[in-house]
C-alpha cells in the first residue's frame, strides 16, 4: 500500500521527468543523429538517456544541470555504440545502402533547417577531428556555454573554450573562410 508522501513524490518525479523531456527530448534527438547518422539508432540513443535519466530522479540524485546531465548521459551512449560497432558488411557496400538523416516527426522537422548551407556546414562540422567536432557542434548548434561543454566532456571549461576556438579555426579552413578577417 502506497503512503501518501510516496505517491506525492512519484508524482513530483513524473511531473520534473515530463518536464525535462519536452524541453530536450528535440535536442538530445539531433545531437545523436549528427553523431550516428542512423535515424533508428538516434532514437534508441534518446530513449536510453532519458531512461537513464528516469533511473537517476528514482533514485534520488541530485540533477544540477538537466541539458548538461543529458548531453554526458547520450555522449557515452554514442561512444559505447561506436566501440561496439561492427565493420559495415560487404553485402550492404555491395548494395550501396547507406544511412540517412530521417527525421523522427514533424515537430523535429520543423525545428531543423534543412538548408544547403546548413547541411554543409554540418557535413563539415562532422568532418571536423575529434577532439573539436563535440565542443563547436554544442557551442553552436546547441548554443551551449563553455562551462556546460565542459560538464558534459569532462574537461575544464577553459580546455571547451580551447578546443571550440580551434575547431573553429579548422572549421574555417575546411570551408574557405579562413581569410575574411584578413
Do not use: C
Not at 525545428?111 to 568532418?127: P, Q
Not at 553552436?140 to 566532456?153: A, K, R, T, V, W
Amino acid at each position: 500500500m502506497r503512503t501518501y508522501t510516496s505517491y506525492h513524490m512519484e508524482t513530483n518525479i513524473t511531473e520534473t521527468f515530463k518536464k525535462i523531456y519536452e524541453e530536450n527530448s528535440d535536442i538530445i534527438f539531433r545531437f545523436s543523429l549528427t553523431r550516428v547518422s542512423n535515424r533508428e539508432q538516434a532514437l534508441d540513443i534518446t530513449q536510453e538517456t532519458f531512461l537513464r535519466l528516469w533511473k537517476s530522479l528514482l533514485e534520488g540524485k541530485e540533477v544540477l544541470n538537466n541539458k548538461a546531465f543529458l548531453f554526458a548521459i547520450a555522449h557515452n551512449l554514442i561512444i559505447d555504440w561506436y566501440r561496439k560497432k561492427k565493420s559495415i558488411s560487404l553485402d550492404s557496400m555491395i548494395d550501396g545502402e547507406k544511412d540517412s538523416y530521417d527525421l523522427p516527426d514533424g515537430k523535429t522537422a520543423d525545428n531543423i533547417e534543412l538548408k544547403a548551407e546548413g547541411r554543409y556546414l554540418m557535413d563539415k562540422i562532422n568532418e571536423l577531428a575529434p577532439i573539436y567536432k563535440d565542443p563547436v557542434y554544442l557551442r553552436f548548434i546547441e548554443d551551449m556555454s563553455p562551462q556546460e561543454i565542459g560538464n558534459i566532456l569532462n574537461i575544464s571549461a577553459n580546455a571547451a573554450g580551447v578546443r571550440i576556438n580551434r575547431g573553429l579555426e579548422e572549421l574555417r579552413k575546411k570551408t574557405g573562410y579562413n581569410n575574411l578577417n584578413k
